[in-house]
């Protein structure tokens, strides 16, 4: 994928591990996707039974196909091995312009959201949706919540992230993802609390710089 124009330089990670009950406080409805015990993905609670996440964590890579929605489990506030809630997929209702390519292209990328609905709505007094937003411009200061291969026992925070660029309904962003972190929320702060105004879709390279794609 090329995007014109020039980036700015990426900052160093600011992740942090939310490994106690105090970090993870108002963030339980993110939660970690167990995707047909092959893999995992991130995903967020926006209503008590729909869950947001990218379009390609419910798809098998190898066959192009969706995975049964009963073989997905969501792990609500996942940490040090638990869960506050967990429920398996009922439904997965997958952007309708998505097209599975291998190339990274940007109708891929722009079109890689999903919803799961679940079996039955979290009703966790501690597990609240996130509402959702509109997408941020450039320049905006963002916040991601996921999970990843190397950190997949407790969700980690990095706030104060940005968006260098934005074109054809693609961010690209300097925050610090990798495999697992598909379909992570990425969150505008606002003076009421956090919403969503993105999913994490990829990570790559733009200009040689290290970048993250919603």
């Known amino acids: 994928m090329i995007l014109a124009g020039s980036l700015a330089t990426a900052q160093d990670s600011g992740l942090q591990a939310m490994r106690t009950g105090d970090d993870g406080r108002g963030w339980e409805a993110v939660g970690l ?3 047909d015990s092959k893999g995992f993905c991130t995903g967020a609670l926006i209503e008590p039974d729909l869950v947001l996440t990218a379009a390609h964590c419910v798809m098998d890579a190898a066959t192009g196909e969706y995975v049964r929605p009963a073989s997905i489990e969501f792990r609500a506030g996942w940490r040090g091995g638990r869960a506050q809630s967990y429920r398996l997929g009922r439904r997965t209702i997958v952007h309708p312009d998505y097209v599975v390519s291998p190339d990274g292209s940007r109708s891929r990328i ?7 609905e679940l079996d039955r709505p979290i009703r966790d007094t501690r597990t609240n949706p996130f509402p959702v937003g509109e997408q941020p411009r450039n ?7 996921s999970y990843a291969h190397d950190r997949s026992v407790d969700p980690s925070i990095e706030e104060g992230c940005d968006v260098l660029a934005r074109q054809f309904g693609v961010l690209v ?4 993802v990798d495999f697992g972190s598909s379909g992570a929320p990425i969150f505008r702060i606002t003076e009421t609390g956090p919403e969503i105004v993105s999913v994490v879709s990829a990570k790559g390279d733009v200009q040689g710089k290290q970048v993250s794609f919603g």
């Open 110 to 116: 722009a079109n890689d959201v999903a919803l799961i």
């Open 33 to 35: 996707l167990k995707v």
């Open 173 to 176: 962003l300097n925050c610090d």
């Open 139 to 145: 320049g905006s200061e963002v916040a991601v919540v």
